[in-house]
């Protein structure tokens, strides 16, 4: 069977030129193609597989939950194990205001459900969002997308949403009252790892504060240890009103999740109840996964490496063509002069067995975010090829 082309044919496309690697098991910081070619993930399938694939931890949760139950009932009417004990643990490692945990399929999911619970809370509409801002592909996340390319297309979207420049006075003094929430990155992913100031993210939660409007905070991408710590906020001192997490938070199933505090939680249950409805939300394998996950991660000695790691691999990644490399722990953007340099070198990354991508709002920077797992010989093995790279891909400077 040609599954080339049967992927071509019978799988929607969203990318004239997908990788389309054909990937038979993945293992640690490890995918293996149907070749037995052998390639270091360095994204985690964009962020996911922090611990690294496959734990045999995590595939015993899931083995185990698939043989109990996967399904019982659309979200929140069962008490299902898997979902109470994964809600503990998460809020026994965050701050007691963030103590109540929605479940979802999605990251996208969680962002819808977290900007539906700020109306609900407020009883007001206007959203503050941030340029080069991407909190998934829905409309209601597509509406706050911080890039106007990708969101004309699917115009009319939701009414009442302002972007501003991440950092910016300007987005403080347009926190008003009317403003429902305003929904912020710890450190902007598909801008290419851009961080703002701790003064910055202060005056937000200072402003949202005291203009009643719930600071959402995304670390859907920043979260599980990905920066060196649990979550990124902790880095910055403030408290966000609602956490939106996914990507990792499933340990390589499929699980998003916002999380606020019990009492403002409490707005879907009436006026109309079932506020937000999922039937496969909060998975109970997703969820069995998911706790296996944080538990390695939070057993493993990983995340205390993450900085000394990052300041390794950025050591070794000097070269003339670099133009800069902006990071947040093992989370780098690599920037070129253009997208068809980088395009190139990733190219050549592939070929020599290292998966690395571009960042959605700066594609001239090449992705790097490999599992917190990985060893420095591994990391200096991953700097060479990108070295390697550079070089077959005759760039010079
Ligand atoms: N928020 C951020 C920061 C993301 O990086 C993503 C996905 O890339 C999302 C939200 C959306 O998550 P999902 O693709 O699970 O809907």
């Excluded at 710590?229 to 902790?234: H, I, S």
């Excluded at 050549?348 to 090449?366: S, V």
Aim: with cysteine; proline share 4%.
């Amino acid at each position: 069977m040609n599954y080339r082309q049967l992927f071509l044919q019978h799988i929607a496309q969203t990318s004239p030129t997908p990788i389309g690697l054909h990937m038979q098991r993945a293992h640690g910081i490890y995918l293996f193609d149907v070749n037995g070619k052998e390639y270091i993930d360095g994204i985690s399938g964009f962020s996911v597989a922090n611990i690294g694939h496959s734990h045999p931890k995590v595939v015993n949760a899931v083995q185990q939950q698939a043989s109990e139950y996967m399904h019982l009932i659309v979200y929140g009417e069962f008490i299902q194990q898997p979902q109470v004990a994964y809600a503990k643990l998460l809020t026994d490692h965050l701050p007691a205001t963030l103590n109540c945990v929605y479940f979802t399929n999605s990251g996208a999911e969680a962002a819808e459900g977290a900007m539906k619970l700020a109306k609900r809370i407020t009883g007001r509409t206007k959203i503050i969002a941030f340029h080069n801002a991407y909190h998934g592909s829905t409309q209601g996340a597509l509406s706050i997308m911080g890039n106007e390319y990708w969101r004309n297309a699917y115009r009319p979207l939701l009414p009442e949403v302002y972007h501003y420049e991440y950092g910016s006075a300007e987005a403080l003094q347009a926190i008003d009252a009317q403003t429902a929430c305003v929904m912020v990155e710890m450190v902007q992913a598909e801008a290419g790892i851009v961080k703002t100031s701790n003064e910055w993210l202060h005056a937000l939660r200072e402003q949202c504060t005291a203009k009643g409007v719930l600071l959402i905070a995304d670390e859907i991408q920043s979260g599980f240890g990905r920066t060196g710590t649990l979550w990124a906020f902790e880095q910055t001192g403030i408290v966000p009103d609602v956490l939106l997490l996914g990507k990792a938070l499933g340990g390589g199933m499929p699980l998003g999740a916002f999380i606020a505090s019990r009492k403002n939680m409490h707005a879907l249950t009436h006026h109309p109840v079932l506020g937000h409805i999922t039937t496969f939300g909060g998975h109970p394998v997703s969820c069995a996964a998911g706790k296996a996950a944080l538990e390695v991660l939070l057993d493993q000695h990983w995340m205390k490496e993450v900085k000394e790691k990052e300041t390794f691999l950025k050591e070794q990644l000097q070269h003339k063509a670099i133009k800069a490399i902006r990071s947040a722990g093992l989370w780098m953007a690599i920037e070129f002069d253009s997208f068809e340099t980088n395009q190139k070198v990733i190219h050549h990354c592939i070929q020599q067995g290292l998966i690395t991508d571009w960042f959605l709002f700066r594609p001239q920077a090449m992705r790097i975010a490999p599992p917190l797992c990985i060893q420095k010989k591994e990391l200096k093995k991953m700097a060479n090829i990108i070295l390697q790279s550079i070089a077959d891909a005759g760039i010079h400077a």
